[in-house]
Structure formats: C-alpha cells, structure tokens
C-alpha cells in the first residue's frame, strides 16, 4: 500500500530535523519526536513541537557539550485508515526498535497519550509528555512531564469564574479524551467553588461536524454569564463561530482550556473580533517575563530569530525537555535508556523557569508543572506578548477587560 504524501507541516518538520541532524555524529544522544503532523490530529502543535525540540538539541550541542540527533514520528501517519492510537504505537515502535532512541518528546493528544505510554512502560523507553491527561503520569515509572494537567488548571479557572460572580456557565464540550476529561473535571469544581453556580452541559461528536450553530443556539437560549469553549482541534474554532452566529460572540466572556490563543496569528484570523477578552490558562511565560532564566531567554531569542513571532508554551515544552535529556546523559556520562532514565529521577536541571528535579510519587509519578495563570487578551490583535495575567491575584499584571462593558 502506498504511503500517503507529507503533509505540508510534515514536510516542514522533516526539513527543520534532517537541517539539524545534518554533520551531527551517529554516536549522539538519540532522541525521538512523536507528535501529530496531519489530520485528524493538531498538526500545527506538532510543528510547533518539533520546533522546540529542533532549538533544544541546538541549545544542548552549545551549552551542554552534549550532541543530539532528533528521529521524528508522525503519530498520526496512519490515523485516517486506522486508530490514531494505533497509529501513535506503530510510529512508537519505529523509533523504539528500529532508530533505537533513548527517550521520545512530543506526545501532545491525549487520544493517543494512554497507548503510547503503556507500550512506553513495556519497552524501559524515557517519554515527556506535552499534555494535560489528569492521569498519565500516575503510577507510571518511565512517563515525565513538565507542563500542567487537567487537574492543575481547573482550579484555577474555577477560582476566576467565582471572582467575577458569574453564576450561569455554558459548557460546550467535544467528545474526545480531552474535552470529556477537562468538562468533567471543570464542572465538577465549579460545583465546588461556585456557590449556586447553573451549569449548562452541551457535548457534541468531533468526527465529523461541519458546524455547532445548533449547540451554540442552545447555549445562548441558556443566557450564560461565561462561554467555555471546550472544543479541539478544528472545533474550538467552530464553537467560536456559532457563538458568534448565535450572537454570544464577541459580547459573553469566554474562556478556552488550552492556549491556542498564544499561536496570535492563527487566532485572529480564524476568530476574528469574536474572539476579543478571551482567556486561557497558561503556563506563567511570555518573551518579557522578568523571571527567564539565561536559557530561557536564550530561547525565546533564538526562537524569534528563527521564525520571526515569540514561542508559544507548547514550544517551550519540547524544547524544556529535550534540554533536560541531553543534562541528564550527561550527568550519567552515557546515552542509553537506562542510564538517561536513571539520571532523569536522581539529578536536577537546568530550565527556563529555574532548576527542575523529579522525585517519584506514587500518586503523581514524575511530575513538575510550571506555575499556572490566567491569560487574557484585551485587545483585538493582540499577541502573546501583550497579554496580561488576571488571575491568581497574586501574579496579576494587568485588568480583566469584561466584553458586556469595556472595564
């Protein structure tokens, strides 16, 4: 059977790694990257993470005198004709057994999270994790991560949410791992935090739909005080769209669950004026940030210099972790799987964001998430760098600007 064509992220990604692999030694610390670079899957995260992964091997050749050569999965490869977990395995398999890496970055969808990290678990095989599976790191020996989960962010935005006296929640939710998992999770702690909070629960399939204007005029039938926009790929911007259809948009306070809204280019030309005063939580990042470390700015330098914009987190994630591999064999003095793991669970590294250690847990296993915020746009246009923090109060940096009245 014939291979389908790259992608056009795939192919940009396979240019970027092949660039950097160029004249570096087949003796360098192998590291693979399997993430989505085609449908069904985010393939814009996934060049975004190959990105970061491509100026972490670049960053550790230059500082940390250790060489990196990057083998790159497309975990979506087969996705279109079989399970996109399937799929992630396979590629899995590719570059357990026949590149023979030492660890893998890049695992962004949690459809395919839980796969990837059992086989991950079988094999003896180090893998970072780019997303926020409530679960995935429990119990789990071989599974790192150094980004925020599921359970880490809805706190956070319930805390908001109750600040603001909001009392009438419209919850759009796709049917996938995440948007279950996060609706869920989110509910469950407004129902917590929100004395007398109204839920409005609305799930929708995500294989398939072409638009949520139904949905949407349910939600505005409902009179929320607050969107929140639970869609994925592709469909978060189709909630945005029947919001606006439905005439939410651009007047109700809306908040997504992942930063999408940090790719700003993406985000404005696809939500338009719809999308102003939106929030998200984030990791506590951007390029002016007074608490980067040297390597941090080092990065967000070099990543301007490369591509023109300021990196958005999941960049950064890849690119932490693929700094923190090439530390740690360099602290075991050697490549191999084993040796990079057992340094990964004894040693503490250096990070954007300050030194990073993962001492074992049974309930969390190897997790260290960055400090967690909410971000806000105020303006249309506005990128990642002009956004403000509004919430915790303690790491505020500017108001929340309320669509229905300007302040």
């Not at 609706?183 to 702690?189: I, S």
Request: charged content about 15%; glycine content about 8%.
């Amino acid at each position: 059977m014939s291979q389908p064509e790259l992608t056009e992220w795939e192919t940009r990604a396979h240019a970027l790694v092949q660039a950097h692999n160029q004249g570096v030694d087949p003796d360098a610390l192998p590291i693979g990257i399997l993430t989505p670079l085609s449908g069904p899957g985010d393939p814009v995260a996934g060049e975004l993470v190959v990105r970061g992964a491509v100026l972490g091997a670049r960053y550790a050749a230059e500082h940390t005198g250790v060489p990196v050569r990057l083998l790159l999965e497309n975990d979506q490869r087969g996705a279109q004709v079989e399970h996109m977990s399937r799929s992630a395995v396979g590629a899995l398999a590719k570059l357990a057994f026949v590149d023979r890496v030492s660890a893998v970055v890049g695992q962004w969808h949690l459809r395919t999270t839980p796969t990837v990290i059992d086989a991950a678990e079988e094999i003896g095989l180090p893998v970072f994790i780019e997303n926020g599976h409530n679960t995935a790191t429990h119990g789990r020996r071989q599974v790192f991560r150094t980004y925020f989960s599921i359970a880490d962010r809805a706190p956070l935005m319930a805390g908001f949410v109750a600040s603001q006296g909001w009392q009438k929640v419209s919850v759009i939710a796709a049917d996938t791992v995440f948007g279950q998992m996060l609706a869920d999770t989110l509910c469950q702690e407004l129902t917590a935090t929100v004395a007398g909070v109204q839920l409005q629960r609305i799930d929708f399939a995500q294989d398939g739909v072409s638009d949520l204007n139904d949905q949407l005029k349910q939600a505005a039938d409902f009179g929320p005080d607050l969107l929140l926009n639970v869609g994925v790929v592709r469909t978060n911007y189709l909630v945005i769209d029947g919001a606006r259809a439905a005439g939410l948009l651009p007047g109700t306070p809306m908040m997504v669950c992942f930063p999408f809204p940090m790719r700003s280019a993406d985000y404005w030309r696809l939500a338009g004026e719809a999308g102003a005063s939106v929030l998200w939580p984030a990791t506590r990042f951007s390029p002016s940030w007074e608490g980067l470390t040297p390597i941090g700015r080092w990065f967000v330098d070099a990543y301007f210099q490369e591509f023109g914009s300021y990196p958005p987190d999941n960049t950064l994630n890849s690119f932490t972790d693929v700094t923190i591999l090439a530390q740690a064999a360099r602290v075991a003095g050697a490549t191999d799987r084993v040796a990079v793991h057992a340094a990964l669970g004894t040693a503490t590294f250096d990070t954007w964001r300050g030194p990073v250690s993962f001492p074992w847990s049974s309930t969390h296993g190897h997790h260290q998430p960055p400090e967690i915020v909410l971000q806000h746009y105020r303006a249309v246009g506005d990128s990642a760098d002009d956004a403000v923090i509004v919430w915790p109060p303690e790491s505020v940096t500017g108001e929340y600007v309320d669509p229905r009245n300007g302040r």
